[in-house]
Nanobody, 125 residues
């Protein structure tokens, strides 16, 4: 499975940004897809995930209500729509995928087998 993220950029506080990740290889419908982010000097942290089947979505408390994860199976893509960005959202954003896993591990980066290259999001104050 290969992932390629895009859509990052430099925005101002309060702005919106849409990230996209193209997924190739594997069986898209059987993948749990997620976004993580990593700010300089910090560990990689969970942002959002959408389970295979697309029924359930999960968010970190810091982005809940501002970010929305979705996917388009016809295009094999996963998206992260963001609004009301603030400087604390500045990070490299990574899309990730895994084939199987129990729900309780969905926020753990170590439980994802496949990673994209990351896209930089910078929010200026």
């Amino acid at each position: 499975v290969q992932l390629q993220a895009s859509g990052g950029g430099l925005v101002q506080a309060g702005d919106s940004l849409s990230l996209a990740c193209r997924v190739s290889g594997g069986s898209f419908s059987r993948l749990t897809l997620a976004w993580f982010r990593q700010a300089p000097g910090k560990e990689r942290e969970f942002v959002a995930a959408i389970r295979y089947g697309g029924v359930s979505t999960h968010y970190s408390d810091s982005v809940k209500g501002r970010f929305t994860i979705s996917k388009d199976a016809t295009k094999s893509m996963v998206f992260l729509q963001t609004i009301s960005l603030n400087p604390e959202d500045t990070a490299v954003y990574y899309c990730a995928a895994r084939n199987t896993g129990i729900l309780s591990t969905i926020r753990q980066p170590s439980m994802y087998s496949y990673w994209g290259q990351g896209t930089q999001v910078t929010v200026s104050s």
